[in-house]
């Protein structure tokens, strides 16, 4: 059960993040967006997330892609893993997205 509440939890900040990063987009740039792979294409093209994000953050969507239309494939361990291995990918994006705020504001 524990497992399925996390894949939860990773479809949920997936979301969370596009939805940031579309709103930034669309605001701030008059960029739109479609699809989650352009939700994160288009910001770094725009400067809102650095190289180093995209590349953590891209993978992250394709994997939320295997968890909405394949999660049975996804083995719990794997899952785990990942997770462990990578959760600072998401504080670094709340720092990342800070930082962008603060820079337009001044």
């Known amino acids: 059960m524990a497992y399925k509440g996390l894949k939860y939890s990773l479809v949920e900040i997936a979301e969370a993040i596009a939805n940031t990063l579309t709103h930034i987009l669309a605001k701030d740039r008059g960029v739109m967006v479609s699809g989650y792979i352009d939700t994160v294409i288009k910001p770094k093209e725009n400067r809102i997330i650095s190289e180093n994000l995209y ?9 939320r892609n295997s968890l909405i239309h394949r999660y049975w494939v996804i083995s719990d361990d794997k899952l785990l893993e990942l997770t462990r291995k990578n959760y600072k990918d998401f504080e670094n994006f709340i720092r990342e997205i800070e930082n962008y705020i603060k820079s337009i504001k001044n």
């Open 55 to 63: 590349n953590k953050i891209k993978p992250f969507m394709d994997f």
